[in-house]
């Protein structure tokens, strides 16, 4: 199968995305060809690095690239600044410098993590993005944002910073847990209904195809959705208008996550906050009845959720969703789908209608 590659276009700071099957050996030879840095801190977590750490060191090192694997813990609560610091003073101790560079081996976590740590140490160096999980391969390794948790919220410390390349392979979708792969898709699903309702159609013809992981198929699907996140990103960058539409369902989506104690993974919560603010749209006239419908039975379809768990404490949603980093002067702007393919953002949503979808516990 042949490798797609496309661009994202951003003048001096554009970059590759390539996407395929085998990726993961093609590393060392593509930046041997076109390199980013003298020697590579490979940063991944416990899980990862123990599945594809000595694949990646071993692309690098035939290529005659120098490189290391640096390691942490597991988990969305590694997420966070002391993991940071961490990872700064292991670089530090083995001499990293500025004409070093870094690559992000992981899903999100490890992404955000990687491009902060770039972003930061000795004001900013080089790296590039291996997403592992699909959830990363479609959203959180392409477009630059960066960031860890504090207590009060998801992300709420954070740069934009774009990755030199981006190096993604279905391969190593086969490792992945079910429930990662299926919180995956719910970001899938997000691009069909934000703006392009071919590729919803697409989503709901290919089933069985996406669910059976056939390679022609998911290299298709993921070529799809980082090219809509790469021409959003081309117009805007840093959030300030376009970008926007990339949080439907993530902000009641974080605050559920976050209210769970991270329980519930972020695609799962996504999926949540999509059925969520598309109830939202319906209490407030700017959708229909028949679009909810359309969108729960292709996320039932694949299995994704749609409630908030009952057990799962409102007041905690609500102080979430009030220091969500979308959130301006006090009021939350939501993403809301006026029909399959197009949304509007908007912070015109009554409190009332906020509280009938939240329901109570």
């Known amino acids: 199968m042949k490798e797609q590659t496309l661009i994202v276009g951003l003048d001096e700071r554009s970059y590759p995305i390539h996407i395929g099957s085998g990726v993961l050996n093609q590393i060392g030879p593509t930046l041997a060809a076109d390199p980013v840095g003298k020697r590579y801190g490979i ?44 990872l700064v003073s292991e670089l530090a101790g083995r001499g990293f410098d500025r004409g070093d560079a870094l690559v992000a081996l992981g899903g999100g976590v490890v ?27 479609v959203d959180s390794s ?43 898709l719910a970001e899938v699903i997000k691009y069909g209904v934000i703006i392009d309702k071919d590729f919803f159609a697409f989503l709901e013809e290919n089933q069985k195809a996406i669910r059976d992981m056939e390679p022609e198929t998911l290299v298709s699907m993921i070529y799809t959705c980082c090219q809509i996140k790469a021409n959003v990103v081309e117009q805007d960058e840093r959030e300030g208008g376009l970008r926007r539409i990339l949080n439907f369902g993530h902000t009641i989506g974080h605050a559920v996550e976050a209210a769970s104690g991270f329980k519930i993974i972020h695609g799962l919560a996504v999926s949540i906050g999509m059925h969520a603010v598309t109830q939202l749209a319906i209490q407030g006239g700017y959708t229909t009845d028949p679009v909810l419908q359309t969108l729960d039975n292709l996320l039932r379809a694949y299995n994704l959720p749609l409630e908030i768990p009952a057990e799962l404490d409102r007041k905690k949603i609500r102080a979430y969703l009030q220091t969500d980093k979308k959130t301006v002067g006090g ?9 399959i393919g197009k949304v509007i953002i908007t912070d015109q949503v009554r409190p009332e209608d906020i509280d009938l979808v939240l329901g109570n516990s």
């Open 331 to 339: 009021q939350i702007f939501f993403v809301l789908p006026e029909e």
């Open 142 to 184: 392409v477009g630059g944002k960066t960031g860890v948790d504090i207590p009060e919220g998801k992300n709420l410390i954070g740069t934009f910073y774009q990755p030199r390349a981006v190096y993604i392979d279905i391969d190593v979708l086969k490792t992945l847990p079910p429930e990662e792969f299926r919180g995956g």
């Open 43 to 86: 940063i991944s977590d416990d899980n990862v690095a123990e599945l594809y750490g000595q694949q990646i060191i071993a692309s690098l090192t035939d290529a005659g690239l120098a490189c290391e694997l640096i390691v942490f813990p597991a988990g969305e609560e590694q997420k966070h600044t002391l993991t940071v610091t961490d």
């Open 111 to 137: 992404g955000d993590i990687t491009g902060f740590l770039a972003s930061i140490y000795m004001r900013g160096i080089p790296f590039v993005q291996v997403p592992t999980s699909l959830l990363a391969q």
